[in-house]
Nanobody
Framework: QVQVVESGGGLVQPGGSLRLSCVVSGPLIRFTAMTWYRQAPGAQRQSVATLFAGDNPRVEDSVKGRFTISGDYAENTVILQMNNLKPEDTATYYC??????????WGKGTLVTVSS
């Protein structure tokens, strides 16, 4: 299992932007796929975007055109650039290996609040 530290969340107005970072323990290149997830209050955790080693990233339809995922392999960091944020994007955002379950080892996450 991977150990991660997420950061970059905060309070932002609708239409604003945030850049989330996920520092991964060990070389990022050794992970086939890393995913940003989010969990809104009272809801299940859901996938947002996935970075694949050697393949195009995948972004879920709910955030397509607004969110971009990328990797800084020199810094072992997975980045989620979030633009044109909406109130429904409010959630705690987590980073983990793709396909992780609730029993996986999770970081503390970073809280994103979109509100005017």
């Amino acid at each position: 299992q991977v150990q991660v530290v997420e950061s970059g969340g905060g309070l932002v107005q609708p239409g604003g932007s945030l850049r989330l970072s996920c520092v991964v323990s060990g070389p990022l290149i050794r992970f086939t796929a890393m995913t940003w997830y989010r969990q809104a209050p009272g809801a299940q955790r859901q996938s947002v975007a996935t970075l694949f080693a050697g393949d195009n990233p995948r972004v879920e339809d709910s955030v397509k055109g607004r969110f971009t995922i990328s990797g800084d392999y020199a810094e072992n960091t997975v980045i989620l650039q979030m633009n044109n944020l909406k109130p429904e994007d409010t959630a705690t955002y987590y980073c983990n290996v793709a396909g992780s379950s609730d029993s996986s080892n999770w970081g503390k996450g970073t809280l994103v609040t979109v509100s005017s």
